[in-house]
């Protein structure tokens, strides 16, 4: 089963409005990322966040992180039609190799 | 460096057929992870290689599939007798490892139909 909850499920904003997703997890974590699919294409990273680190930025992103709440939160500012996507966050464990992703939240930007 | 490469891209199949997907990682990366993704959903983890060594299986991945990376190079993944409920996206990610902050790099996916 995948680790990650994403909040909402499904979005869309006016072209220029900042947007907001969630991401819940349920163990610890070593690290946290986030990635953009593209509709039937592959998964695109977008930003890291270590487990010690509370908010990193990268150009319109900015990522939050919760370790006691096990919550992390990604906004996109000034929001574009091409950032319409489907968002996924993604986690892995200390002694775990693989990363686990949540179920996503599906972006919609209207020009 | 074109980046990680999926063929087919899409795949038709009958249910009872075997079908062979096929992935070419970032030539420099050791690492090469299996995932599967259905419709509205995130990818499940199905398994993954440090060079030519499959060093995880997830529980996903029953006996009718089976990876390979010769040489720890490309990989592909077979999957014989097809079943409906195979109908997915599955793709193929890279990266170098070990550590734990490596970013994965996708393909565009290989879309399995199975009739």
């Known amino acids: 089963s995948q680790q990650g909850e994403e909040d909402p499920q499904a979005l869309s904003i006016q072209e220029g409005e900042n947007a907001t997703m969630n991401c819940s997890y349920k163990t610890s974590i070593n690290n946290l990322q986030w990635y953009r699919q593209n509709s039937g294409r592959g998964l695109v990273h977008l930003i890291l966040i270590r487990s010690n680190e509370r908010e990193k930025h990268s150009g319109r992103l900015r990522v939050t992180l919760d370790t006691s709440k096990k919550s992390s939160s990604l906004l996109i500012t000034a929001s574009r039609a091409a950032d319409t996507a489907s968002y996924f966050c993604?986690?892995?464990?200390?002694?775990?190799?693989?990363?686990?992703f949540g179920t996503g939240t599906r972006l919609t930007i209207i020009p | 460096d074109t980046g990680v490469s999926q063929n087919p891209r899409h795949k038709i199949t009958k249910r009872g057929q075997n079908v062979t997907f096929r992935c070419d990682p970032i030539s420099e990366h050791n690492r090469l992870y299996w995932y599967r993704q259905t419709l509205g959903q995130g990818p499940e983890f199905l398994t993954y290689f440090q060079n030519e060594a499959q060093l995880e299986k997830s529980r996903l991945l029953s006996d009718r599939f089976s990876a390979e990376r010769p040489k720890g190079s490309f990989s592909t993944l077979e999957i014989q007798r097809t079943e409906q409920g195979d109908s997915a996206m599955y793709l193929c990610a890279s990266t170098i490892a070990p550590g734990y902050d490596e970013k994965l790099f996708f393909g565009s996916g290989t879309q399995l139909s199975v009739l």
């Open positions: 993604a986690s892995s464990n200390f002694g775990n190799e693989k990363l686990t």
